[in-house]
């Protein structure tokens, strides 16, 4: 049995410095196989394509209402529309965000792929969109590993490592939203995050969360469409590419600085430092500037 399979879902955004750093701090320190999951109205870049040992190319609807529709039957429906200002409705209809369209891609991964899944000992489950600014954590034993921060009303969803026993439980999100008695008792905010977290605790798998430090955030190329929040971060140095959550890329470059000596973060990722230095201290002179007009 092989150790690690990365898995990508959604559409493949992001551009190629998130890709090159996925290969470069994940899939090869970690020796994993990468398997990328995306619709059919997009063209895989050749670079993913080059690197990708599993290509799951599914037929994407124009409405993700049409999926559920021919999946399912009951009160999944009712349960996204809770959660529609939250973005849990969103890829129905005209509803904004990417709730039902990420949940629907854990449900098509989990009715074609589980088996081989399960050729593997553990999963890490992520993103086109993100860059990564260190290696990956190595861990062993059965918890549920989930990066710090971006928890939303519930948990992060952005990426996860867990064993792969659990595959069933983690992708097979759609039969909680389905379920009549999710409707009955669901979130107080139904947000993606909420969700991803309830659907945890439906399964019994909540008490095996572990938090830890991230080392990646989400990026934005400028070409990349969006249903949710536009990035109006800069990352300089980098073409056509923006931060899309401050938070994630302080928090990772922070992590970094204290996993290693400064020499190396500026040797090794120079350009992500500078850009550290150039938000961090755009936030402190803000700081300084809300302090000075309160007198």
């Known amino acids: ?25 994940v899939k090869k320190p970690l020796n994993a196989d990468l398997a990328v999951s995306y619709g059919d109205k997009y063209q895989l870049p050749k670079y993913l394509d080059d690197n990708a040992d599993f290509n799951w190319i599914f037929n994407e609807p124009s409405n993700w209402r049409t999926y559920y529709e021919t999946e399912f039957s009951n009160t999944w429906e009712d349960f996204l529309i809770k959660g529609k200002d939250l973005g849990m ?34 999963i890490i489950h992520s993103r086109f969109d993100q860059l990564y600014s260190d290696e990956h954590p190595v861990f062993e034993g059965d918890n ?17 490592i867990f064993p792969s026993k659990f595959s069933k439980q983690y992708f097979s999100i759609c039969e909680y939203i389905n379920n009549p008695k999710s409707i009955q008792k669901h979130p107080k905010y139904v947000s993606p995050e909420s969700v991803f977290e309830e659907n945890l605790i439906y ?12 080392s990646q955030f989400t990026v ?19 073409k056509n590419l923006s931060i899309k959550y401050p938070d994630e ?22 350009l992500l430092f500078i850009n550290y230095l150039n938000l961090t201290l755009r936030r402190k002179l803000g700081e300084y500037k809300r302090n000075l007009f309160k007198f």
């Open 220 to 238: 934005s190329h400028l070409d990349d469409a969006t249903r949710w929040r536009v990035a109006k971060y800069r990352l300089y140095f980098f």
């Open 1 to 25: 049995m092989k150790k690690y399979l990365i898995i990508l879902s959604g559409s493949p955004r992001g551009s190629e410095y998130a890709w090159k750093s996925l290969i470069k701090y």
């Open 89 to 122: 409705a969103g890829g129905i209809d005209n509803h904004p965000g990417s709730g039902a369209i990420v949940s629907a891609l854990k449900d098509i991964i989990y009715k074609n792929y589980l088996e081989t899944l399960q050729e593997y000992d553990y």
């Open 203 to 214: 399964n019994n798998l909540d008490h095996l969360i572990v938090r830890y430090p991230r």
């Open 144 to 160: 549920i590993w989930i990066p710090t921060g971006e928890d939303y009303f519930g948990i992060c969803d952005r990426h996860a």
């Open 249 to 270: 890329f302080i928090e990772s470059i922070y992590n970094r600085l204290q996993n290693h000596s400064i020499y190396k973060v500026i040797r090794e990722e120079f």
